[in-house]
Nanobody
Framework: QVTLVESGGGLVEAGGSLRLSCAAS????????MGWYRQTPGQQRELVAR???????TYADSVKGRFTISRDNEKKTAYLQMNSLKPEDTAVYYC???????????????WGRGTLVTVSS
């Protein structure tokens, strides 16, 4: 069994910062890409940032220059540093991880349960 545990969400004023963490645990052979998505009520889930196993990153245009994604492969953890937060960043943020299982070498994509980020104006 593989689980993702997200943390770091909360309430912050506009202009403030938050750091999200996503830790993967279980019988994991290796992890490929790790990403953060966000969703607001009535809207589709959208990619915020993604980082490959080699460290290449992709960002949504709306967060470029403000958010930074990183990962610690030993800890199987991804981070999202969010600076200069805006009210429009308010959403539930979900972690997404692509990984290979130990038991059968199967590729699996796993989602976290989400963490709420609220930015007040």
């Amino acid at each position: 069994q593989v689980t993702l545990v997200e943390s770091g969400g909360g309430l912050v004023e506009a202009g403030g910062s938050l750091r999200l963490s996503c830790a993967a645990s279980g019988s994991i052979s290796s992890i490929s890409a790790m990403g953060w998505y966000r969703q607001t009520p009535g809207q589709q889930r959208e990619l915020v940032a993604r980082i490959t196993s080699g460290g290449s990153t992709t960002y949504a245009d709306s967060v470029k220059g403000r958010f930074t994604i990183s990962r610690d492969n030993e800890k199987k953890t991804a981070y999202l540093q969010m600076n200069s937060l805006k009210p429009e960043d308010t959403a539930v943020y979900y972690c997404n991880v692509g990984l290979i299982l130990v038991r059968d070498g199967r590729y699996l994509e796993v989602w976290g349960r989400g963490t709420l980020v609220t930015v007040s104006s």
